[in-house]
């Protein structure tokens, strides 16, 4: 059951009800719907709203947008909106330059949320090693997007930089967990999945990723004899020879990178290239898994499906709760393959060779 508290008090007098919890989502949002009293809004833009399901608070957030529907005998409004964080997506930063010495992630996302004035906690799941001076200017020209800023130096830790129901600022290690539940349509009697659809593509795969990039010019004078030519010829390169040769994806890094840092690059580009290749959606009944508790992102199911001929375990993207009058209670799942988010180290290319092995060269 999902139950509202706007403005700090519960309101139950909607006939609609919806939100989205996703693991790479920097805001989750949320919609409802209500009859208007006296043809007004009952609530305002920015009024605070929290959404709970089944007892579990699933976000914290403000309406962003309200919108009316109104004919004869029957007029509506619906409420939409986003999680506190989205302050991050919708702002760009000012005067954010030149920020020396060597610093962890998270003071990079505190240092981004105080120059746009956004008074947030930030939450390290995963501390990273810290950016070195000599390979790392942090730095954003006068108007970038402040969530593209912060996501850029995750990238180069491999960090995914997200959200939670308190509506604090992640930096995650997405390592999935086991969910124990089976999604499935066959042609057996068990079915419990009561709509799916599904994409399959390798238009995003590639048989070669190459990055390129240069190290910082400060770096001269920070990293003792680094030459001109070391400072300019940073880059990385990953095989993957189950995709067929010919398939070649290169990218010139706008800034900063050592070779090493573009390496790892390059693993999360061919992980995120996997993501987008299989997709696979569903909508089940109810808002728990079968075998109890919440669906929930980042965590493996089983999923058989005849048709889309499926079988095996995937990783729950993206988890959105609806709610109707009238309407049954349901879960629309949004999967990837399991590993999509999670780093797999390549093999040494001497070792490499065999069919289906992702590699250095």
Known sequence: MINLIVNGKPFKDFTEAECTVSITSMANDFSFTATSVNLFPTFKINDSVEVWVDDIKQMSGNIDEIGGDESEGSHTVTYSG?????????????????VRGDITLKKVVELILSNIGLDLNVVDNLAPVLFNAAEDVIDGRDGTNALGLAMEYGRKRQALISSDNDGNVCIEDVTPTESGATLQRTNGNDNNILSQSWNITNSELFNTIIHKGQLAPRSLNLAGKTDVATVE?????????????????VVVEGKSYSSKQLNDRAKWTHQLSKAKSTTFNCTVKGHSKYNSGLWSPNSLVQINS??????????????????????????????VERNSYTIVKPKDNKKAGKQNDVYWR
């Open 82 to 98: 986003r999680d506190k964080t989205s302050g991050i997506i919708d702002s760009q930063v000012i005067g954010f330059n030149d």
């Open 306 to 335: 005849s048709v889309a001929d499926i079988s095996r375990k995937m990783l729950i993207d993206t988890v959105t709760f609806s709610q109707g009058e009238g309407q049954p209670t349901i879960t629309e799942l949004e999967f």
């Open 233 to 249: 010829s940073q880059g990385g390169t990953l095989i993957d020879s189950s995709v067929r040769k010919g398939r070649q994806k």
